[in-house]
């Protein structure tokens, strides 16, 4: 009976195991795609950075999918530990040394220099980059800067930084977003004028470039009539009259382009405000009325706790269930209870964290995708930033889990200074907040102006 148990509980881990690296192959294939998809915008990105990203985003995702096993508890704790420990390591390796690595090798790929140079500027590069990011953390032993506890706290800086930055801009911008309050009226007078001048600009500017071929035109055939005279000299640069027309057609595409900014806005607004009338726009504004409210709670208990040097010492989960009981009188089970609200909060966090990271890479790159010599170092940049970015939410994750569920984080991470990097998050997410409510204001009371 004993062997059968054994044989059973090994074909179980056999099983487990397979659905574990299953769920990596899906990931890896999943980060190809929409890294072909997504990202080939221009010029198409070679098969060896879309590996990359592909190979960066599946590790991060293994991270958080751990968690969330750890949870639920499908997958044995010792063999869910291990690959928990071992996906921690290879990913701290490709964030610490492996892309440092890709980032310096095509910033020196295009130049025109010898090899030699090449490798030798590109060495100096990584070896500078490896000595600032070791200078980041006090502690500087010899065995803690290949640990993974030294590595992770390095990073944390960052990618901690990174997380608030967009945590703040997301708790202003989404109620600015939703709320009715903001949404400012514009007639279709204002949108018509707006788009009539555009339409006036935009013939001017084609009058001046056709004014500017036919004059062109004229300047070359009167310089062949003369070579054909036997005169070999030219009108001169400065006089005949392109530099001023060159001068204007520039003014003009500014202006054209400055309207069609503005008039895009306009529209844009303009929807904004049509959508608050309907059963649609009524429901974003009630959401939004909600996600005020939660903002403004996140920005009051976040000033609180840096004002009083505070870290946060107790999970919300646990929190909200000792409110149920304490005083609310409610008879439930906890632990029960506790497992489910513990499984949609991180499942929660997971798919927010990875959807909003995935759509900030998107915007970026759609930004830099004009960019041709720097393009693959560009990308491998924020393929590094997204890799921080994930490694990081591991550390501000462990606040979030029960004490129970903590282990997988505790066990790895035993000499990770947790409640700095709490208390830097709140530091950073106030700032990050406060600068994109001024931004927003200064945009809104000018876009009102502008438009009035």
């Known amino acids: 009976?004993?062997?059968?148990?054994?044989?059973?509980?090994?074909?179980?881990?056999?099983?487990?195991?397979?659905?574990?690296?299953l769920s990596a192959v899906l990931l890896l294939a999943g980060g190809y795609v929409y890294a072909d998809r997504a990202l080939n915008s221009g010029k198409p990105l070679s098969l060896f950075v879309k590996s990359v990203f592909s190979g960066t985003f599946m590790l991060s995702c293994l991270l958080l999918e751990f968690l969330v096993?750890?949870?639920?508890?499908?997958?044995?704790?010792?063999?869910?530990?291990?690959?928990?420990?071992?996906?921690?390591?290879?990913?701290?390796f490709n964030i610490s040394v492996f892309l440092p690595g890709c980032i310096c090798a095509s910033l020196v790929q295009n130049w025109s220099v010898s090899t030699r140079t090449k490798w030798v500027v590109g060495i100096s590069m990584f070896l500078l980059f490896e000595i600032g990011f070791v200078m980041m953390?006090?502690?500087?032993?010899?065995?803690?800067?290949?640990?993974?506890?030294?590595?992770?706290?390095?990073?944390?800086?960052?990618?901690?930084?990174?997380?608030?930055i967009l945590s703040g801009l997301g708790a202003i911008y989404t109620p600015y977003k939703f709320v009715r309050f903001f949404r400012q009226e514009v007639s279709p007078l204002q949108v018509e004028q707006l788009r009539t001048q555009l339409e006036r600009q935009r013939d001017m500017l084609n009058r001046k470039v056709k004014q500017r071929e036919l004059k062109s035109k004229a300047l070359n055939a009167s310089s062949q009539a003369r070579r054909r005279g036997g005169f070999f000299w030219s009108s001169g640069g400065n006089g005949n009259g392109l530099e001023a027309i060159d001068e204007?057609?520039?003014?003009?595409?500014?202006?054209?382009?400055q309207m069609e900014g503005n008039l895009e806005e306009l529209e844009q607004l303009q929807k904004r405000h049509k959508e608050a009338s309907t059963l649609y726009g009524r429901a974003k504004h009630f959401v939004g009325l909600g996600l005020v409210a939660f903002c403004v709670f996140r920005l009051v208990t976040s000033g609180i706790r840096v004002l009083a040097g505070r870290a946060?010492?107790?999970?919300?989960?646990?929190?909200?269930m000792q409110v149920l009981v304490n005083h609310a009188d409610v008879d439930i089970d906890v632990e029960f209870w506790s497992q489910q609200f513990s499984f949609m909060l991180v499942?929660?966090?997971?798919?927010?964290?990875?959807?909003?990271?995935?759509?900030?890479?998107?915007?970026?790159?759609?930004?830099?995708?004009?960019?041709?010599?720097?393009?693959?170092?560009l990308v491998f940049i924020l393929i590094h930033v997204m890799g921080m970015y994930f490694v990081s939410m591991v550390i501000l994750m462990r606040l979030n889990l029960p004490e129970k569920y903590r282990g997988i984080i505790t066990e790895v991470l035993d000499d990770v200074e947790f409640s700095f990097y709490f208390k830097w998050f709140d530091k950073i997410f106030l700032t990050s907040a406060f600068v994109c409510a001024f931004v927003l204001y200064v945009s809104h009371k000018t876009s009102a102006n502008r438009f009035d």
């Open 69 to 92: 096993l750890e949870i639920v508890n499908i997958v044995d704790a010792e063999l869910r530990h291990l690959l928990w420990r071992e996906s921690l390591r290879v990913a701290l």
């Open 312 to 320: 946060r010492n107790m999970d919300p989960v646990t929190k909200f």
């Open 1 to 21: 009976f004993n062997i059968f148990l054994g044989v059973v509980s090994m074909i179980l881990g056999v099983v487990e195991l397979i659905g574990v690296l």
């Open 248 to 257: 204007d057609i520039s003014a003009m595409q500014t202006v054209v382009g």
């Open 347 to 377: 499942g929660m966090v997971v798919f927010m964290s990875t959807r909003n990271m995935l759509l900030k890479f998107s915007d970026i790159f759609s930004a830099l995708s004009f960019s041709s010599s720097l393009r693959a170092s």
């Open 137 to 164: 953390e006090s502690r500087r032993e010899f065995s803690r800067i290949f640990s993974i506890n030294g590595s992770i706290s390095r990073i944390g800086v960052v990618g901690v930084t990174t997380i608030a």
